[in-house]
């Protein structure tokens, strides 16, 4: 869903060939902010969580709707199609209208995440989409969008994807980038949006390389960047100093929706093969830190850096907290970090990471190997899943934090940036 989002709030300020088609920008500025596309797809999420995971297909219908019309009244000038908008606020028996418009597939993503089967994915989607988008180009556009994160998620390639895509959907996904700028025109039906969200997605070769791609494409950018955003967190996650950025755009009811999204999402939907790949071998890092903290002998810090360097080749993720404007943490009580620091909690927060500031006063960026290494302590309300080698990276290259701490609040170990940059060199020399 972060994908979704931030591909929305990047692509704001370049709608209606605002943006120059180039991929060539500062990803966040004064001038962005959320649009309908953000609104909609929180709206998803929470009614998809209200019915619940074996809800029928009336009951998704019912509380999407609910929840789609609740937010939009909230949020009145988000940019709504007119169509759109009297559904939301003049029709008193909200019905499906017959649209093939892209607004099924920009608030869809949430389906992508939420269920064991494509199957079972793709009649969520279709729910999501029909209660106004019920035109069979609205439907195919929700459920390729979810379909394509739902195939991402769980491991497949890209050419395993895009096979699937042409043979289920008929999208052409042939045609390149640059000829997809000269052919540009504004069009806000999922026939446009599609095929260009799914070349960004294929050309790309990272998150923000996805969302550059649809955003130099032009025309409804906020749009076909949410799309393509969420089919590229899928496939690569969201760096976590980009979620950090991002976040400050959005409200903090938007934030609490999120926050239960979230942990829904990792704790009841993965499949166990996707927990496994993600989370399940941090156990090794979890055992390597706690022989390293009884015994700091050189060959248990090597071990760790191994079995960082295995987890990182993975692709194996972690938890980072995030820290709401309204929290205040104090008294905190922490065990050792490392030889002779401890740590506490800062106690004046905003919406960003959380850090650890140690008693000199030094702040670190905390990794945490599962969910109960996180609960052993006081933490922010929202937990974010994000690549290792992301928190490490951020770690790194952070201005802020002096580095990496793991586990803080049990057996633990500090990388600081020295050992960070001899180690992410390191792992980028091993094919």
């Not at 769980?154 to 052919?183: C, H, M, P, W």
Request: proline share 3%.
């Amino acid at each position: 869903m972060y994908g979704a989002i931030f591909g929305d709030i990047i692509g704001s300020r370049f709608e209606f060939d605002r943006g120059g088609k180039t991929k060539d920008f500062t990803l966040f500025t004064a001038d962005d902010d959320f649009t309908d596309d953000t609104v909609m797809t929180v709206a998803v999420a929470e009614g998809l969580m209200k019915a619940g995971k074996d809800a029928s297909v009336t009951e998704i219908r019912r509380a999407v709707t609910a929840a789609m019309r609740a937010w939009g009244q909230k949020y009145p000038n988000a940019g709504y199609g007119g169509n759109f908008y009297r559904w939301l606020f003049v029709w008193s028996d909200p019905r499906p209208y017959g649209s093939y418009g892209n607004g099924s597939a920009m608030r869809v993503s949430a389906a992508g995440w939420l269920y064991d089967t494509l199957e079972r994915t793709r009649e969520v989607a279709r729910a999501t989409a029909d209660v106004t988008h019920n035109h069979p180009e609205g439907i195919k556009g929700a459920e390729c969008t979810a379909a394509v994160i739902f195939l991402a998620r769980t491991g497949a390639s890209k050419d395993e994807i895009r096979d699937y895509v042409v043979r289920e959907f008929g999208y052409n996904v042939s045609t390149r980038l640059r000829e997809l700028r000269k052919q540009h025109r504004h069009d806000e039906s999922c026939q446009d949006a599609l095929p260009k969200a799914l070349v960004s997605f294929f050309a790309g070769k990272s998150y923000e390389d996805v969302v550059r791609n649809a955003v130099s494409l032009g025309g409804d950018t906020d749009t076909i960047a949410a799309i393509a955003g969420s089919m590229a967190e899928a496939y690569y996650g969201v760096p976590i100093g980009l979620i950090a950025e991002g976040l400050k755009y959005l409200p903090e009811d938007m934030m609490e929706v999120i926050g239960e999204y979230e942990k829904m999402r990792v704790n009841d939907h993965a499949s166990k093969g996707e927990q496994e790949r993600r989370f399940g071998n941090n156990r090794f890092i979890k055992l390597a830190v706690a022989r390293l903290a009884e015994n700091p002998e050189q060959e248990n810090l090597f071990t760790v850096l191994g079995v960082l360097t295995k987890r990182v080749k993975e692709d194996g993720e972690a938890i980072a907290p995030m820290v709401d404007v309204n929290q205040v943490m104090r008294n905190i009580d922490l065990n050792q970090v490392c030889v002779g620091d401890s740590i506490t909690l800062d106690s004046e927060m905003r919406l960003i990471f959380e850090t650890l500031q140690d008693e000199q006063g030094r702040e670190w960026i905390p990794l945490f190997t599962d969910e109960n290494e996180l609960d052993a302590g006081e933490t922010a309300n929202v937990r974010i899943n994000v690549p290792i080698r992301s928190i490490l990276e951020n770690g790194l290259t952070s201005e802020r934090a002096e580095g990496v701490v793991i586990n803080p609040f049990g057996q633990s170990m500090v990388l600081d940036k020295q050992l960070l940059q001899m180690f992410l060199g390191h792992v980028d020399e091993i094919e």
